[in-house]
């Protein structure tokens, strides 16, 4: 459960809370709060323990969320445009489309970020930095790679099924067993496209 006195200063807003962030000693604990619909817009969420949070509908937008903890987090519709997610822990988060829009991730710094097993269908990952980030058994259904950065990128067991990977660079990505029925491929860089899985 989340610190009651780390909950109260955030609702205080971003300012106060990064003004707190610069003196506090201690990691944030914000696991299994109720933020949705909050404007975090650039707040410093750097090492939090958000760990089933509600942070649907929230602006997350050029936070830094790195070295997060976002396991099992509900994402849904959450702005995180421009966020710093490098090595964030969104193990089973939900990024998944709910009636007419997505999360929104696009330019997201993902570096070493740990995705497996999260549900990223429809997202949009756009010009997105995924370098080295697990992925692994993650549903990426129709989610929008456009120009993203996958290189070293763990895609073991991904369901890539129709995703956007338009210009992406897929360069030494391990797509073993990865589908991409479907998927729109054109201008994206393959190590040995010869084996992908793009037909059902």
């Not at 610190?3 to 300012?15: D, F, R, S, T, Y």
């Not at 707190?20 to 109720?34: C, M």
Request: glycine share 4%.
């Amino acid at each position: 459960m989340a610190k009651e006195e780390h909950l109260a200063m955030l609702q205080q807003g971003v300012k106060a809370w990064n003004d707190w962030r610069a003196k506090a000693s201690e990691w944030p604990d914000l696991s299994g709060a109720s933020l949705a619909e909050m404007n975090l817009t650039k707040a410093d969420l750097f090492r939090a323990n958000l760990n089933k949070a509600d942070l649907s509908h929230a602006n997350l937008a050029g936070c830094n969320l790195s070295g997060a903890n976002l396991s099992e987090a509900n994402l849904t519709q959450a702005n995180l445009s421009k966020a710093d997610l490098s090595e964030a822990n969104l193990s089973e988060s939900y990024l998944a489309k709910t009636n007419l829009t997505s999360a929104n991730l696009s330019e997201a710094n993902l570096t070493k970020a740990y995705l497996i097993e999260s549900y990223l269908s429809e997202a949009n990952l756009s010009e997105a930095n995924l370098f080295r980030a697990n992925l692994y058994e993650s549903d990426l259904f129709r989610a929008n790679l456009t120009g993203a950065n996958l290189f070293k990128c763990n895609l073991t067991e991904t369901n890539l099924i129709e995703a956007y990977l338009t210009g992406a660079c897929l360069y030494k990505a391990n797509l073993a067993d990865a589908d991409l029925t479907g998927s729109k491929l054109e201008g994206a860089f393959f190590e040995n496209p010869s084996l992908l899985k793009t037909e059902a």
